[in-house]
Nanobody, 115 residues
Framework: QVQLVESGGGLVQAGGSLRLSCLAS????????MGWYRQVPGKQREPVAVITSRGRITYADSVKGRFTISRDNAKNMVYLQMNSLKPEDTAIYYC?????????WGQGTQVTVSS
């Protein structure tokens, strides 16, 4: 069974940067379209960035120009570089597939942006 572990979150001031990492074990991510998602209390989890197995990328409008998703299939990892962070980016961030097949959700990594 694939296990996903997210890391790299933290507390940062507005305008700062963070780089999130997602490590998968127990499976090969290279064949999957992968996404980064975020969730705040009381709201549904939403995708913010998606990357296909071939490297095609899409972003939510709210993060375009500020976030960059990438993947390293050799390391079975997916990354999210977040720049120019805003307080509204505060959330728990998760990675998972962006397909009909969804792995068990990891614990996520908390990102808190102070104003």
């Amino acid at each position: 069974q694939v296990q996903l572990v997210e890391s790299g979150g933290g507390l940062v001031q507005a305008g700062g940067s963070l780089r999130l990492s997602c490590l998968a074990s127990g499976g090969d991510l290279s064949v999957y379209t992968m996404g980064w998602y975020r969730q705040v209390p009381g709201k549904q989890r939403e995708p913010v960035a998606v990357i296909t197995s071939r490297g095609r990328i899409t972003y939510a409008d709210s993060v375009k120009g500020r976030f960059t998703i990438s993947r390293d299939n050799a390391k079975n990892m997916v990354y999210l570089q977040m720049n120019s962070l805003k307080p509204e980016d505060t959330a728990i961030y998760y990675c998972n597939t962006h397909t009909a097949v969804v792995f068990s959700w990891g614990q996520g990594t908390q990102v808190t942006v102070s104003s």
